[in-house]
């Protein structure tokens, strides 16, 4: 075992993928000889050469069309976007094309591609780098969404992404990227993708997370137990599409109360769809309304004001004592 | 018998000022003043401080993020310097020098690097947008702030920048093919750096120039010298002017280089680039070819030198006050610039985070 931040256990499951399997590509822009802006693929190119991990021109639609077309000639492209605000550039060959090509070829063809990009907010970030855009694809049929929030996880989901028949986006929280270490088998194994893990065990309400929020709601869940001596139950999603409902459910059954801490915008997104999924089959064991601790609906702020915007430890509280007392 | 196809580059390339400061081509030398000389040279001047002063503020965080523009001197400055203030600047996120030159503020710059609502707050008689940080957006909509003049009859001309890198984005073919098409009065500029961060322009595209991809779009594509600042003037005047008289858009490539890493966040440049490289475009620089060049013309002395450099550290000590002194965010007034007439869960939103205070 070693200890590894999140950015080495990713590079650490690439590299393994890379090795065990030569249909696995790697490629995006500055990822080959630079090894990526965050290095997430350090030393890739060396190991492997650069044509299975190489530099790509600027462009991501390109990108990954590229990685549908290798795709569907039986490679399995990892193609990295560089910041997720990117990821527009390349909606229509991830959502219309790739996403699509086992259904609109009655099964003939499919796209075991991983589109990795790091994303979210907190580390001040230009403009247009840090949105939180995974709501996109939640409500994307065909692609699979999966968002880890520590360095093992991120090992584990990764491998089962690359290994996965059908387009996973794998969202990389650039906040979580260096910010802790934690022991990570050196070995190959995977996490299931479609699978919450309950990352703090309490009786009195259930709080839902992903991404750096799990950090966020861990922390005000310690200080809420310390000082009110109330105890959370946090549930880290760790995919957001397929999301685990009966993990919620199994939740809640125990706590009677729920909310759901999102660093994206509030309406439309991964919040909105786990109350619906609450409300479609644990509404019966609910005592209070499920509420959200989000930001407001505004573009993704400027970089002074970021740490005010996302949900805030303070924020977070009071989120849990109004869940407790409606 | 096989077809002959066409490998050759197509377009011609310009200079003016050789790397020793000699005029190489007097047909292309443009007919500036004596004074507009001089202001080339201390717009040059001062934007060489500036950006040293801003890495080294960078460095100390007291500015958020930043592109540094040593090198590109000639390339900024000699373009933006061929418009009127009237023609509209689509910038990308290195393009601080021409939007300064062109009127925004430089305590803006400050503020916008900073990650401040009111860097982005140009101005109404200063004719640019913001920074473009998604490479490749400016081109196409470059296009359409040339269709504008176009339509309402105004003698304006649209200019967009980008770099080697953003040659390859769909937006870019987009941009010149629409510019084309509607005959429209636009130039685009492509800083041909040599990177797109780490990767090579030979990564980027098997054509042998940039410029060239004009061709396909139908419109003159000229590749220039990017280190020589009246070499740089003059193909872009002549592109404006074109495009204002109704002769439609015209791509310019400036070969030029980027001394500095990519942007001060964390970019290495000695992980893509041997020092051998980086003398060797050292040697062309924009600041010592055109200076020798009008010492010898007795118009640039080191009494102009020292000046300038004062009135550069002047400006950016006076802009960090402003910008200083600009007062702080708060969510409710971002919730405010959303819409004309906020949605109702807008309004409640609003509340919510003005109660927090
Ligand atoms: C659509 C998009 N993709 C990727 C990026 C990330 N990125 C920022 S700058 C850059 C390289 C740009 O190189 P170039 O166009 O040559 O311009 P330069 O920075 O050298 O001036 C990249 C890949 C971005 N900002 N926007």
Request: net charge negative.
């Amino acid at each position: 075992m070693a200890q590894m931040t999140m950015i080495q256990a990713i590079t650490n499951a690439l590299d393994l993928e890379l090795a065990r399997d030569e249909r696995v590509l790697v490629f995006g822009e500055d990822v080959g000889h630079n090894g990526g802006v965050f290095r997430a693929t350090e030393g890739l190119q060396k190991k492997y050469g650069p044509n299975r991990v190489f530099d790509t021109p600027l462009a991501e639609s390109g990108i990954c069309g590229l990685a549908t077309g290798l795709a569907v000639q039986g490679f399995r492209p990892v193609a990295e976007i560089q910041f997720f605000g990117f990821v527009f550039e390349a909606m229509d060959e991830i959502a219309s094309q790739a996403a699509r090509m086992r259904y609109r070829s009655g099964g003939r063809y499919h796209c075991p591609i991983v589109y990795r990009s790091p994303f979210g907010g907190g580390v001040k970030t230009p403009e247009l780098h840090a949105d939180s855009l995974e709501g996109l694809f939640v409500q994307t049929p065909g692609v699979k969404v999966v968002i880890p929030s520590n360095p093992y996880d991120a090992k584990g989901l990764l491998i089962s992404a690359i290994r996965d028949d059908d387009p996973v986006i794998f969202l990389e929280h650039m906040k979580l990227y260096r910010s802790f270490r934690q022991e990570v088998p050196e070995e190959p194994y995977t996490v299931p993708i479609g699978k919450a893990a309950v990352a703090r065990e309490g009786k009195d309400l259930t709080v839902i997370a992903y991404g750096a929020m799990v950090r966020t709601a861990l922390q005000a869940a310690e200080e809420w137990a310390k000082t009110r001596g109330v105890q959370a139950e946090v549930i880290d999603l760790r995919t957001i599409n397929p999301i685990d409902i009966e993990t919620i459910v199994e939740s809640i059954k125990k706590t009677h109360r729920a909310v759901i801490v999102q660093e994206a915008q509030r309406s439309s997104g991964v919040a909105a769809e786990v109350i619906a999924q609450i409300n479609e089959n644990a509404i019966y064991y609910l005592e209070g309304p499920v509420l959200r601790i989000t930001p407001p609906d505004t573009v993704y702020p400027f970089a002074l004001i970021e740490d005010e915007w996302l949900p805030t430890p303070e924020r977070v509280l009071r989120g849990f004592e109004k869940a407790l007392s409606l | 018998m096989t077809t002959d196809v066409q490998t050759k580059p197509v377009v011609p390339y310009v200079q003016v000022l050789d790397e020793q400061g000699n005029v190489v081509d007097s047909d292309r030398m443009p007919k500036l003043s004596d004074e507009e000389l001089r202001t080339l040279m201390y717009r040059m001047v001062f934007t060489r401080i500036w950006d040293q002063r801003a890495v080294r503020l960078t460095r100390q965080g007291r500015l958020g993020f930043y592109a540094p523009v040593s090198g590109q001197e000639a390339s900024m400055i000699g373009s933006e310097f061929a418009t009127r203030k009237e023609d509209f600047i689509l910038p990308g996120y290195r393009d601080m020098p021409q939007l300064v030159w062109h009127g925004w503020p430089l305590y803006k710059a400050f503020l916008y690097s900073r990650g401040h609502i009111e860097g982005g707050r140009i101005p109404e008689d200063v004719n640019i947008l913001m920074p473009q940080i998604i490479i490749g957006a400016q081109i196409v909509q470059c296009a359409g702030v040339a269709l504008a003049f176009k339509l309402k009859g105004e003698k304006r001309v649209a200019i967009a920048y980008t770099g080697d890198g953003g040659t390859s984005q769909g937006d870019f073919y987009e941009g010149l093919n629409f510019a084309g098409a509607f005959h429209a009065p636009a130039v685009f500029v492509v800083q041909n750096n040599q990177f797109a961060i780490s990767v090579p322009v030979e990564l980027q595209t098997a054509a042998k120039t940039l410029a060239q991809k004009a061709v396909a779009a139908g419109i003159p594509g000229i590749q220039v010298d990017g280190m020589d600042v009246l070499a740089v003037y003059s193909v872009m005047k002549e592109a404006v002017e074109r495009a204002r008289e109704g002769g439609g858009p015209t791509l310019i490539e400036c070969v030029t280089f980027r001394y500095g890493p990519h942007t001060m966040s964390g970019d290495d440049p000695t992980r893509y680039r041997s020092k051998e490289v980086e003398n060797e475009w050292e040697r062309k620089d924009p600041l010592i070819r055109f200076r020798t060049f009008l010492e010898r013309k007795g118009l640039w002395s080191q009494g102009d030198e020292e000046r300038t450099i004062e009135e550069a550290k002047e400006a950016v000590n006076e802009a960090l006050k402003q910008a200083d002194a600009a007062p702080k965010m708060t969510i409710p007034e971002l919730i405010d610039v959303m819409f004309k007439d906020l949605p109702a869960h807008l309004v409640r939103q609003r509340a919510e985070f003005a109660e927090e205070g």
